[in-house]
């Protein structure tokens, strides 16, 4: 059955790349392998699933043939060719590598794919989250990220065999790197060649396996990774660390790192991008006489002047006082919100005094 990338996102057909991005956040956070409650194989489900929609021409490809095999069928064509509707031999992210729909269609019309696929089997990438204050957005921070992943095995160095050991040509492939399956269909028979499991496409295995990882050349362990979040950072923002994912054997390329920082809500203020937004309650005084009042920022308390006759609801900014603007330079404002506190007790000199004021205006 083939796998529908767009159900397993939640995400409808015409979904935009944003709309894809956030839902690859949430479900990757959600059953991230290092959580609790997580799950390794629907983590890997969506970020196969991810791999395909957030690439444009992956994506149009997958639209493009999910749409002629679904159309064929419902006609009747293609009789007998249900398996391909499957679409893990058409992308270049899936395990296995049986080539692409050039190599079919070549099958089909008399030609025989011999080629295995020429892509190395790089390692996951890995999602995590961090959580940092308002006030490291703000100044910027290192933080330490310990991760359980693949990493390289130090005892054969990544290679899979016992150190000394000789290499040897992989009797499932006979040193080629790559098997041929032969399929038939009615009348006719094609071939699908791809990179073999055995050897993982070398076409050779070391005669004696690494005793430390078993011959696959990594292991999982907990690493510390440091990983600097810049000043002005948005919630939710990732940060991509190339090369940090799980590590691939044989000297491949590991994967990526991608690390979604998230914002605390603060205590005093709210943030609206590069600006901050902060209530003041002042008396009706303060309000009436105007006044200088000590106020919180991001960094220091400052003094606010307060003007005279200011009414509730208006609005005080504090130009610079904001969020330094991430990637680029100057900061945004702070902007005071007055409300004015009426009083509900009065004393009789207090009101009488009141009462004065209401006579003069």
Do not use: W
């Amino acid at each position: 059955m083939a796998k529908e990338y767009y159900e397993i996102l939640g995400v409808a057909r015409d979904a935009s790349d944003d709309e894809i991005k956030k839902a690859y956040r949430r479900l990757a956070q959600q059953y991230h392998p290092d959580k609790e409650g997580g799950n390794a194989e629907k983590f890997k489900e969506i970020n196969e699933a991810y791999q395909v929609l957030s690439d444009k021409q992956k994506r149009a490809q997958y639209d493009q043939f999910g749409t002629t095999f679904e159309q064929a069928q419902a006609r009747g064509g293609f009789g007998g060719f249900s398996d391909f509707r499957d679409f893990n031999g058409f992308t270049d992210n899936h395990d296995g590598g049986f080539g692409d729909l050039g190599d079919i269609f070549s099958d089909l019309f008399g030609g025989r794919a011999q080629r295995a696929s020429s892509h190395a089997q790089r390692g996951a990438d890995i999602s995590i989250g961090v959580e940092i204050s308002l006030e490291e957005a703000a100044t910027g921070i290192d933080k330490e990220l310990e991760i359980y992943k693949s990493v390289t095995c130090s005892k054969c160095e990544g290679q899979g065999g016992e150190p000394g050991s000789k290499t040897e040509e992989c009797s499932a492939c006979h040193g080629t790197g790559s098997v041929t399956k032969i399929r038939r269909a009615g009348f006719l028979s094609f071939s699908q060649a791809g990179t073999c499991s055995s050897c993982r496409g070398l076409g050779k295995k070391p005669s004696q396996p690494c005793s430390r990882c078993g011959g696959d050349g990594v292991i999982k362990e907990r690493q510390k990774i440091r990983v600097k979040i810049p000043a002005g950072i948005e919630n939710e923002q990732i940060i991509k660390l190339s090369g940090y994912g799980e590590a691939a054997p044989f000297g491949n390329r590991a994967g990526d790192l991608y690390v979604n920082v998230h914002i605390k809500p603060h205590q005093y203020f709210k943030r609206r991008g590069d600006d901050l937004y902060y209530d003041l309650v002042i008396h009706f005084t303060q309000a009436t006489l105007g006044d200088k009042i000590k106020v919180p920022t991001i960094e220091k308390e400052v003094i606010l002047k307060i003007p005279a006759g200011i009414d509730s609801g208006q609005f005080i900014r504090l130009r610079g006082r904001g969020l330094p603007r991430f990637g680029g330079r100057g900061r945004g404002d702070m902007i005071v919100r007055v409300q004015i506190k009426t009083p509900k007790k009065l004393s009789k000199k207090a009101r009488g005094l009141l009462e004065e004021l209401k006579n003069e205006l």
